[in-house]
C-alpha cells in the first residue's frame, strides 16, 4: 500500500484499501479516522461515501446514513461492485431501522442484476430473516 500512495498521493480508492486492511487488522479507530479523511477530502467518492453511511448505521443515526446514501442513487450506470454495496448499504440500513420494506426493495433491485452472486445470497438470507424475526 506504501509503493501505492507513493505513485499516487491523491488517489481516494488507495487510501479506501488501506482503511479496508485496518480494520481487518483490527484497527479500527484508524480505519475510521482514515475513512473520515476520505470522505472528507475526496466527497464525491462512491465507496467513501458509503462506507460513511456504514459508520452512521452502526451508531444509529439513520437519517444521516440516507445522507450519504441519496446522492449516490439515481445514476445512470453504474459497475457493478458500485452498485452491489449500494444495495447492501440499502438493505443494512433497512434491516437496522426494521424497514422491511426498504430492504426487500434494495433486494429485488440487486437481484434484477446479479441473482446468482454470493454476496446476494448471503444478503437474500439475512433479509429471510429479518422478516421472519418481525413476525415473532
Known amino acids: 500500500m506504501q509503493q501505492a500512495l507513493a505513485l499516487a498521493p491523491d488517489a481516494p480508492e488507495i487510501w479506501n484499501n488501506?482503511?479496508?486492511?485496518?480494520?481487518?487488522?483490527?484497527?479500527?479507530n484508524e480505519a475510521r479516522a482514515?475513512?473520515?479523511?476520505?470522505?472528507a477530502e475526496?466527497?464525491?467518492?462512491?465507496?467513501?461515501?458509503?462506507?460513511?453511511?456504514?459508520?452512521?448505521?452502526?451508531?444509529?443515526?439513520?437519517?444521516?446514513?440516507?445522507?450519504y446514501l441519496r446522492p449516490l442513487t439515481g445514476h445512470r450506470r453504474y459497475?457493478?461492485?458500485?452498485?452491489?454495496?449500494?444495495?447492501?448499504?440499502?438493505?443494512?440500513?433497512?434491516l437496522a431501522k426494521k424497514d422491511w420494506a426498504?430492504?426487500?426493495?434494495?433486494l429485488n433491485n440487486w437481484r434484477l442484476i446479479d441473482a446468482d452472486s454470493e454476496e446476494f445470497?448471503?444478503?437474500?438470507a439475512r433479509v429471510k430473516i429479518g422478516c421472519f424475526m418481525r413476525w415473532r
Open 18 to 28: 488501506l482503511a479496508v486492511a485496518y480494520e481487518r487488522l483490527g484497527r479500527d
Open 34 to 39: 482514515l475513512v473520515h479523511r476520505i470522505h
Open 102 to 106: 426498504l430492504a426487500e426493495e434494495w
Open 79 to 94: 459497475h457493478i461492485s458500485e452498485f452491489e454495496s449500494l444495495c447492501t448499504a440499502y438493505i443494512q440500513l433497512g
Open 42 to 67: 475526496h466527497p464525491d467518492y462512491f465507496f467513501g461515501a458509503i462506507t460513511m453511511s456504514s459508520i452512521a448505521i452502526d451508531r444509529g443515526a439513520f437519517d444521516e446514513a440516507l445522507d
Open 121 to 124: 445470497k448471503f444478503w437474500q
